[in-house]
């Protein structure tokens, strides 16, 4: 992968400027962490962002590998000072992105596709609660600190939710829209893989009553997912896979009983790093429910309706 | 990241700009030469020149002349094939793509207006959304007008067209696609080492084309390789993009601050593509899941609005 720390250029300047060959001067993308006042460079354009994001995506996914592969443990607090410097790093991303870009909401979404920045804006979106996602599931338990496993697991099926939210007003927009009219919102495959973790994510631990309201926005989105499938055989696949995810939920939801208040899915469908590094799956049943505020639950003995998966064996990230 | 052997570089200055020539063998040391192509390669609608001739003024460039069958045959090397007498370069005019892929040589704007069609088509999916690259308006008015098209540019437009057939929704566009995607692959093999501009677009989209359709390991192996040439060129430190040593030669009709920001472009579209697109390539099905999959689909199918909330 590429490091960013070989990266030497400048950023794309707007898109405008290159198409009227107008190219002004813009900041370095080693500048575009470090105290840049974006809102002074009126130069940069959408894929200046897209850059930025990608740059953070890109320092979590490393540090998962390096995690994985490391013979010795880490040092104490290690993990929590890599957490906290992608965590300011996210929040630095979302504050200087431009009101209509962020946080997202039906009218920002139809702003995009009028003024035809939609594809960015899906793909950003997409990178930005894929990026949270991974930084809060990927990791050694051993690693966190005790109250660190609530705080990831909750923040992850947050950012699993906003962005199936998303996908569920896009499908709506599919809908009522043609083809050609969403131009754009398909160039990249990534956003099958993003639908895919985010219903990975909520449908594997959690209180019925979150995954009655969450299979709703899966159900949405399956539809966006298969739509990519006519573009993207990668997507074909997760959109299959999904199916099967959601048969098996809502199954077993006709099949629980009146007792039952939380539920756990015994294997997952994204797993590029090994179980042993995903804390949605891998620590006790009860830690998780307690660090989800649901542990009353788990020391009660009953009331956890488990939900036996085929389990999807990904080979590992980088064997 | 080790920096290139400085022969590599050479090698890419020495083939500026792209006329019908191949270099030898590299072995490390050894000066490069430039000899023409084989025969077997393809028809000349270019000069084969001495490389010392490497400047070309922008009325070159943006050539209006006619530019029949006839005028360029007056131009062919005798080392060069004839469009008129070679029968594997027979274009069907009834299926203008079906063209060998070794004929890669051909303009595709000369030979189809589907062409312009599958380049809208490519920019409006791929270089609109995510990988901008190009600027639309200056670089379909040198395909329009442009007529002395190298081999790298023609390399580049097979494979933008490949890869907009893929969102075409005219019946034709299943078998151009196949076809258009045999030439952009033979083309991008055909220029193996040799680091241009134009082959790190080329094997980015064919990063993107390949994935599209099903071989994420090719795909993976065509991301790398566009790294590789990308770093090859350069182009991830402003020396690079802003080399002014081939600003007599302008791709694409780019000039000064333009095709630097091309090549700006250029790189961070493999950086995105490279990143954003390197977890969803592992991605791989457990055998478990397979069997149960028709089911769960035809169930789908049947059940579109499952009213879950009980």
Sequence with gaps: ?319 | MTKPSPHFVDMGRARKPQHLTMLEPTVPGKPCSIVPFASSVGPADCDVEPLKRQKRDLDQVHDRSDTTLATRQTRRSSNALSLTTNPILALDKTYPFGLAAANWAIDPHQISPLTMEYLDLYFAHINHATFSMLPKGPFLRWVRECRNKTLDDKMVLYTLMAIGCRFSARKESISDGERLLQIARYSEQSSFGRFTLQLVQARLMMSLLTFSLGDSSGAWDYCGAALRAVYGLHYNSEDGVTDQAWLDYCEYGLHGTALAECKRRTFWSVYVMDVSDSVPLLFDLNPSYLADIPTAVRWLLLSPHIDVVQ
Excluded at chain 1, 199 to 223: C, E, M, N, P
Excluded at chain 1, 263 to 281: H, R, V, Y
Aim: charged letters at 20%; proline letters at 4%.
């Design chain 1, 1 to 319: 992968m590429l490091s960013n720390e070989d990266c030497f250029l400048r950023l794309p300047c707007r898109e405008d400027l290159y198409e009227s060959q107008e190219i002004p001067e813009t900041p370095y993308f080693a500048m575009a962490g470090q105290g840049l006042n974006w809102q002074e460079h009126a130069t940069l354009g959408n894929m200046a962002h897209l850059i930025a994001i990608a740059s953070a995506w890109s320092d979590v996914l490393q540090s998962i590998y390096r995690t994985k592969h490391r013979a010795i443990h880490a040092e104490h607090d290690a993990y929590e000072v890599f957490y906290g410097e992608r965590q300011r790093q996210l929040q630095a991303f979302t504050n200087r992105l431009p009101t209509h870009w962020f946080p997202s909401n039906t009218p920002k979404i139809e702003r995009a596709l009028q003024s035809g920045y939609l594809g960015s804006f899906i793909c950003l979106h997409a990178l930005y609660h894929t990026t949270q996602m991974k930084l809060n599931r990927h990791a050694l338990q051993d690693d966190l600190k005790e109250k660190s496993l609530g705080r990831n697991l909750r923040v992850a099926q947050f950012h699993a939710r906003e962005l199936l939210k998303i996908t569920q007003t896009m499908s709506e927009l599919q809908r009522a829209q043609s083809v050609s009219e969403l131009a754009g919102i398909f160039s990249t495959p990534f956003l099958g893989y993003s639908i895919l973790s985010a219903v990975d994510t909520l449908t594997s631990i959690g209180s019925l009553v979150d995954l009655k309201s969450d299979l709703l926005l899966v159900q949405s989105s399956l539809g966006l997912v298969e739509e990519l499938g006519k573009y993207w055989a990668g997507a074909q696949e997760q959109f299959e896979v999904m199916a099967v995810r959601f048969r098996e939920m809502t199954t077993a939801l006709q099949t629980a009983s009146v007792e039952d208040i939380v539920f756990c899915t015994t294997e997952p469908m994204d797993d590029p790093f090994g179980k042993e590094l995903d804390l949605l799956f891998s620590p006790p049943v009860e830690d998780r429910l307690r660090g989800l505020g649901l542990g009353m639950e788990a020391r009660r003995g009953k009331g956890v309706l488990s939900i036996k998966t085929p389990g999807l064996g990904i080979r590992d990230y980088g064997s």
